[in-house]
């Protein structure tokens, strides 16, 4: 069964960076595109950020120029860059590994903890 684990969260001045970690278990971890989503409180769960099984990279408008997604095969870890934090990037962080189905994007597995973003203005 898919498993996932983020970290790397917390507080941090409008302007900064973090960088989140997200390890995943239960899958041929090369073989699946990843996907990092957010949900502010009141809003739904967004997709910011995906990275295919290859490397290929694509973003929300929201971070585009501004957070960068990577991935570590070698240890089942996709990586989400955050620079020149805004207040509203503040949210709890996911990630899954996603396929596309129809016109969007879908979580396979479960949801983990997630992981806690707070930008200060």
């Known amino acids: 069964q898919v498993r996932v684990v983020e970290s790397g969260g917390g507080l941090v001045q409008a302007g900064g960076s973090l960088r989140l970690s997200c390890a995943a278990s239960?899958?041929?971890?090369?073989?699946?595109?990843m996907g990092w989503y957010r949900q502010a409180p009141g809003n739904q769960r967004e997709l910011v950020a995906r990275?295919?099984?290859?490397?290929?990279?694509n973003y929300a408008d929201s971070v585009k120029g501004r957070f960068a997604i990577s991935r570590d095969n070698a240890k089942n870890t996709v990586y989400l860059q955050m620079n020149s934090l805004k207040p509203e990037d503040t949210a709890v962080y996911y990630c899954?590994?996603?396929?596309?189905?129809?016109?969007?994007?879908?979580?396979?597995?479960?949801w983990g903890q997630g992981t806690q973003v707070t930008v200060s203005s």
């Open positions: 239960g899958i041929i971890f090369s073989d699946y595109r």
């Open positions: 990275i295919s099984s290859r490397g290929t990279t």
């Open positions: 899954n590994p996603i396929y596309y189905r129809n016109t969007d994007y879908v979580a396979i597995g479960p």
